[in-house]
């Protein structure tokens, strides 16, 4: 088990670090030494989608005024002849970007004459995540980047361990050595790539504001998943002290249970009442509850995804609710909703029946309270700005 320290009371205060990178002061994220309140959006195909759907979403990202973009390091394929197989259905013709048809794309790969993971470092590779970064930081936009999905549907973690010939699919990736030894291998080469487009490398790159370790990682047993948490934050932190890092968890229940591991900078949470069994208001209530936490852990915490059916009638109603208590409440580092989306290549916004979580820049009310919203944070964290240097900082 990693160690994990009982929650402690306040620090005496310190200025935070002015530097151009994102870094933390108690409960508040900040940059420059000033407070940084994240407003932010997530996508799923910005790492392999085309270059005009990738700057069609960091645009609309501009419009909403969001200044944080997360992100997910995929897809991770099997052999390219074939001979290990890939687990989800890769180069899907039928459907576009947003519904996971990735192209040609692939950052990971089974290579079946070396016996071992590869990386595809060109053009339908890494060479896609250089671009990302480049026309975000064009934007002065922020990225939280997750090295990992733990989910199939890209591949993630799912396909990493089906290269071993695994079917096991909570434990034997945070614990094979061979698993562990290739998710290091490519954290290791992400955040030492140097990027041509702005000759930085990764790892110097203020436009990218965290790491995260994994989405929802969801490693059985618990302590399985906070021993591993633990051992990859402090090799990502040995490789890269510029960055914060987070674990990118759900972190519902056991509520924030990783938020004291000291090699994690910042805690997340990831929300959808309908999910829950919560209603508007009980949601509501539990967002300060995750606030609390994060003042008793003197830690910023993220709500990094969270998603209402538009087709509810209180839908507009419920956000416009959610994202005024986040900002007002000085213990709450921001919000990231699930998830923004915009128009694909073929013309069209994409197909959301299910779910019914995307947003889009269409002037809808959903839309219209997320964009108040982003300026009105603005203005409710600087009219109770306390002066920098009074700000409470982690141990």
Same mark, same amino acid.
């Given at each position: 088990?990693?160690?994990?320290?009982?929650?402690?009371?306040?620090?005496?205060?310190?200025?935070?670090?002015?530097?151009?990178?994102?870094?933390?002061?108690?409960?508040?994220?900040?940059?420059?030494?000033?407070?940084?309140?994240?407003?932010?959006?997530?996508?799923?195909?910005?790492?392999?989608?085309?270059?005009?759907?990738?700057?069609?979403?960091?645009?609309?990202?501009?419009?909403?005024?969001?200044?944080?973009?997360?992100?997910?390091?995929?897809?991770?394929?099997?052999?390219?002849?074939?001979?290990?197989?890939?687990?989800?259905?890769?180069?899907?013709?039928?459907?576009?970007?947003?519904?996971?048809?990735?192209?040609?794309?692939?950052? =990971?790969? #089974?290579? %079946? *004459?070396?016996? @071992?993971?590869?990386?595809?470092?060109? +053009? !339908?590779?890494?060479?896609?995540?250089?671009?990302?970064?480049?026309?975000?930081?064009?934007?002065?936009?922020?990225?939280?980047?997750?090295?990992?999905?733990?989910?199939?549907?890209?591949?993630?973690?799912?396909?990493?361990?089906?290269?071993?010939?695994?079917?096991?699919?909570?434990?034997?990736?945070?614990?094979?050595?061979?698993?562990?030894?290739?998710?290091?291998?490519?954290?290791?080469?992400?955040?030492?790539?140097?990027?041509?487009?702005?000759?930085?490398?990764?790892?110097?790159?203020?436009?990218?504001?965290?790491?995260?370790?994994?989405?929802?990682?969801?490693?059985?047993?618990?302590?399985?998943? =906070?021993? #591993?948490? %633990? *051992?990859?934050? @402090?090799?990502?932190?040995?490789?890269? +002290? !510029?960055?914060?890092?987070?674990?990118?968890?759900?972190?519902?229940?056991?509520?924030?249970?990783?938020?004291?591991?000291?090699?994690?900078?910042?805690?997340?949470?990831?929300?959808?009442?309908?999910?829950?069994?919560?209603?508007?208001?009980?949601?509501?209530?539990?967002?300060?509850?995750?606030?609390?936490?994060?003042?008793?852990?003197?830690?910023?915490?993220?709500?990094?995804?969270?998603?209402?059916?538009?087709?509810?009638?209180?839908?507009?109603?419920?956000?416009?609710?959610?994202?005024?208590?986040?900002?007002?409440?000085?213990?709450?580092?921001?919000?990231?909703?699930?998830?923004?989306?915009?128009?694909?290549?073929?013309?069209?916004?994409?197909?959301?029946?299910?779910?019914?979580?995307?947003?889009?820049?269409?002037?809808?009310?959903?839309?219209?309270?997320?964009?108040?919203?982003?300026?009105?944070?603005?203005?409710?964290?600087?009219?109770?700005?306390?002066?920098?240097?009074?700000?409470?900082?982690?141990?």
């Amino acid at each position: 088990m990693p160690l994990l320290l009982p929650f402690a009371p306040a620090a005496a205060a310190a200025p935070p670090p002015v530097t151009p990178f994102v870094s933390t002061a108690g409960t508040a994220f900040t940059v420059d030494g000033r407070p940084f309140f994240v407003t932010g959006v997530n996508n799923h195909y910005l790492t392999f989608a085309s270059q005009g759907e990738v700057t069609r979403v960091l645009d609309d990202a501009v419009a909403m005024g969001a200044n944080v973009v997360r992100v997910i390091l995929q897809p991770v394929v099997g052999s390219r002849d074939g001979s290990v197989p890939t687990v989800w259905n890769w180069r899907n013709p039928a459907a576009d970007a947003s519904n996971l048809n990735v192209g040609q794309a692939d950052l =990971l790969y #089974w290579d %079946a *004459e070396k016996h @071992a993971m590869a990386v595809d470092d060109g +053009p !339908n590779g890494m060479q896609k995540i250089d671009f990302l970064i480049a026309e975000a930081r064009e934007r002065h936009l922020r990225l939280i980047i997750a090295f990992l999905d733990f989910w199939d549907y890209t591949g993630g973690a799912q396909q990493m361990r089906a290269w071993y010939g695994s079917t096991d699919k909570s434990t034997f990736f945070f614990s094979d050595p061979r698993t562990k030894r290739d998710y290091k291998t490519w954290v290791e080469h992400v955040v030492q790539r140097v990027n041509p487009l702005t000759g930085l490398a990764y790892r110097d790159d203020p436009t990218i504001m965290a790491w995260e370790l994994m989405n929802e990682g969801n490693a059985s047993p618990e302590s399985l998943r =906070l021993d #591993w948490t %633990a *051992e990859m934050s @402090a090799y990502v932190k040995s490789l890269d +002290p !510029n960055h914060l890092v987070s674990s990118g968890n759900a972190n519902v229940e056991p509520k924030l249970a990783d938020l004291t591991i000291p090699t994690l900078d910042f805690g997340t949470w990831h929300g959808y009442p309908l999910y829950y069994g919560l209603s508007v208001r009980q949601f509501d209530k539990t967002i300060t509850e995750f606030c609390q936490i994060a003042g008793r852990v003197q830690k910023p915490v993220l709500l990094e995804e969270f998603g209402y059916a538009r087709s509810n009638r209180d839908s507009a109603e419920a956000y416009a609710m959610w994202v005024d208590t986040l900002a007002r409440d000085p213990d709450c580092g921001g919000w990231l909703i699930w998830r923004l989306v915009s128009l694909q290549d073929h013309g069209r916004y994409p197909d959301d029946r299910h779910d019914q979580f995307d947003v889009h820049n269409d002037a809808s009310p959903i839309w219209n309270v997320l964009k108040a919203a982003t300026a009105r944070a603005v203005q409710i964290r600087e009219s109770n700005r306390v002066p920098a240097n009074s700000l409470r900082r982690t141990p």
